[in-house]
């Protein structure tokens, strides 16, 4: 499965910017997909987690300001940043939990990370 991300950049603080991130390869089924994201010098973080029953797990600190969504048939999450803050900048990681085919494991999948820089 690759994982191509996109839509990471620089904002100032108070702005917007929308992640995608579009999965492709062979996938059977997908279980969940999420964003992490890791700021230097600290360690990779859940930002938002969406399963395919449409549950979400939204990191606190993101909560109210940031929303995450899926389209299935285009087997792509969304994560729709608003109201940004400095602190929110770091690298924004993509990930896809899938089955190649209907009798394989649950596999983890990464993107490359897309850089999102919020200046005060």
């Known amino acids: 499965v690759q994982l191509q991300a996109s839509g990471g950049g620089l904002v100032q603080a108070g702005g917007s910017l929308r992640l995608s991130c579009a999965a492709s390869?062979?996938?059977?089924?997908?279980?969940?997909m999420g964003w992490y994201r890791q700021a230097p010098g600290k360690q990779r973080e859940l930002v938002a987690r969406i399963t395919s029953g449409d549950s979400t797990n939204i990191a606190n600190s993101v909560k109210g300001r940031f929303t995450i969504s899926r389209d299935n048939a285009k087997n792509t999450v969304y994560l729709q940043m608003n109201t940004l803050k400095p602190e929110d900048t770091a690298v924004y990681y993509c990930?896809?939990?899938?089955?190649?085919?209907?009798?394989?494991?649950?596999?983890?999948?990464w993107g490359q990370g897309t850089q999102v820089t919020v200046s005060s």
């Open positions: 390869g062979i996938i059977f089924s997908i279980n969940a």
């Open positions: 990930n896809v939990q899938s089955r190649a085919h209907w009798y394989s494991p649950v596999s983890d999948y």
